[in-house]
């Protein structure tokens, strides 16, 4: 029997163990073409047969998975965080999302366009399949839950999923109707402290270092002219004054001590 004969013979007899106890993962495949090295044909087909063990991505499964990405991502059209909303990224060029601004030049000139491919090189090492992107995420090493993820995400796409009624990440809140302890009357700083007065009629002192003043120009954000204060509750020492626009933080504050 030739050597190439000799190879193929051994690959089907593996391969009938695969088929039968339906165990073999890629890392073990691995580690034994390196045992069985001289039969590198059987090892390419090996390899192969490994990718056929891993199920197809289940979305349900990759709905649970995607609280890794909550952080940073919406699945809702339109609301991006750190990341891009993940709405309708299903065979759509990387770096498209309308209205998010801050990509990378990295991803928005990879000329990658997101399917079951790409997805998986993205998920599995983002900065080995494109350098100089922006994400800050770790990677998974396996195949599956990066499938279920890539399953979830062309769901969302087809609007077949959401994550309505389930999990929900960062919450955004809606400052558009605050409750009047949270609506900001008035707000003035005097030395090292700011005086917040909430519509309710209370006032909260806060050390100038641990108030932060912030914007939030989206649909979610307040009214105009009408901040709102969030953060630790007002028992916190910190806490964050959010505004329509940047032009309004100087203009509501006033400095004065009385
Ligand atoms: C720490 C924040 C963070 C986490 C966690 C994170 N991402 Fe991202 N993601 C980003 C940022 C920021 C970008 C834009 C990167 C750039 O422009 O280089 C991005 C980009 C993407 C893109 C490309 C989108 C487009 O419009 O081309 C995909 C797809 C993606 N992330 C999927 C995921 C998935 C799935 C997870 C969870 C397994 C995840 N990300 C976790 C911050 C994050």
Redesign the pocket.
């Known amino acids: 029997m030739s050597a190439k004969n000799k190879s193929h013979e051994s690959a089907r007899n593996v391969m009938g163990s695969v088929a039968s106890t339906a165990v073999l993962f890629d890392g073990a495949v691995r580690r034994a073409c390196r045992f069985i090295s001289s039969f590198a044909s059987a090892c390419v087909i090996l390899m192969a047969a490994s990718q056929v063990v891993v199920a197809a991505g289940d979305a349900e499964r990759g709905a649970k998975?995607?609280r890794?990405?909550l952080?940073?991502?919406s699945v809702e059209a339109g609301q991006h965080l750190?990341?891009?909303s993940?709405a309708n990224?299903w065979g759509?060029k990387?770096?498209?999302?309308k209205g998010?601004m801050?990509?990378?030049d990295?991803?928005?000139n990879a000329g990658v366009v997101?399917n079951e491919q790409t997805?998986d090189k993205?998920?599995k090492d983002s900065r080995d399949f494109i350098p100089g992107?922006?994400?800050?995420?770790s990677g998974?090493k396996e195949q599956q839950p990066r499938q279920d993820?890539s399953a979830f995400?062309k769901a969302v796409s087809e609007g077949k999923k959401s994550l309505a009624g389930g999990m929900t990440g960062i919450v955004k809140i809606n400052l558009r109707n605050p409750n009047p302890q949270s609506e900001v009357k008035s707000l003035r700083h005097c030395g090292d402290t700011y005086f917040i007065t909430t519509v309710d009629g209370r006032t909260h002192k806060f050390w100038e270092f641990n108030l932060r003043l912030k914007t939030d120009s989206s649909d979610y954000g307040p009214a105009p002219g009408r901040p709102v204060v969030v953060g630790t509750g007002m028992q916190g020492d910190r806490s964050a004054v959010v505004f329509a626009s940047p032009n309004e933080i100087s203009s509501f504050i006033r400095q004065e001590c009385q």
């Open positions: 998975l995607f890794n990405c952080a940073c991502h750190t990341g891009p993940l990224i759509r990387a770096g498209t999302a998010f801050r990509y990378s990295a991803l928005k997101w997805l993205w998920l992107n922006e994400m800050s995420f998974i993820l995400l």
